[in-house]
């Protein structure tokens, strides 16, 4: 599967499924916005990036971590991404983006599977990011530490959420 088929192929599904989306490079990016979250964000912004045998899906926060709460949001990643089962959180300590990475490769594009797949792959990291977004915030605002405010959200998460054991 070429990179363009499988372009063709994750823009097929965004349409089928009525999300408005911008192309930014062909065959290569596409970007979108979820709004409605529960957390204080409200909002994630959404970028796909594809490669040869693969695409990648960021879920950003709206708005970067300040310099001087980097390091505790960085602890709280690394608790959060401790088991996940899917995806993992990163964060550019240059400017403070958050966001959240999924990936589908080749061989799941291919697969009778791919509307489940691709379901996953775009919302997982909306509902990830809705999930950690206000412990993330407390964090930054110094109102939680960065093993507390992880520990609320995994002890409240639903069972789809929940790591593996």
Do not use: H
């Not at 061989?107 to 997982?124: D, G, M």
Request: glycine residues 6%; aromatic residues 10%.
């Amino acid at each position: 599967m070429s990179q363009e088929q499988i372009f063709d192929k994750i823009e097929l599904y965004l349409k089928g499924k009525k999300i408005k989306y911008e192309v930014i490079v062909p065959n290569k990016a596409i970007k979108f916005g979820f709004g409605g979250l529960d957390c204080n964000w409200g909002k994630v912004n959404m970028l796909i990036i594809i490669n040869d045998d693969r695409a990648n899906c960021y879920a950003s926060a709206p708005a970067n971590i300040p310099e001087k709460s980097r390091a505790n949001i960085a602890e709280a990643i690394a608790r959060a991404n401790y088991g996940l089962r899917a995806g993992n959180f990163e964060m550019d300590f240059d400017d403070g983006e958050i966001r959240y990475k999924t990936e589908i490769v080749q061989v799941e594009l291919e697969s009778e599977q791919f509307e489940e797949r691709a379901r996953e792959f775009i919302y997982r990291g909306v509902n990830i990011m809705d999930k950690y977004g206000d412990a993330f915030i407390k964090i930054s605002l110094g109102f939680q530490s960065p093993k507390d405010a992880i520990a609320e959200v995994e002890d409240s998460k639903s069972d789809d959420d929940k790591k593996d054991e």
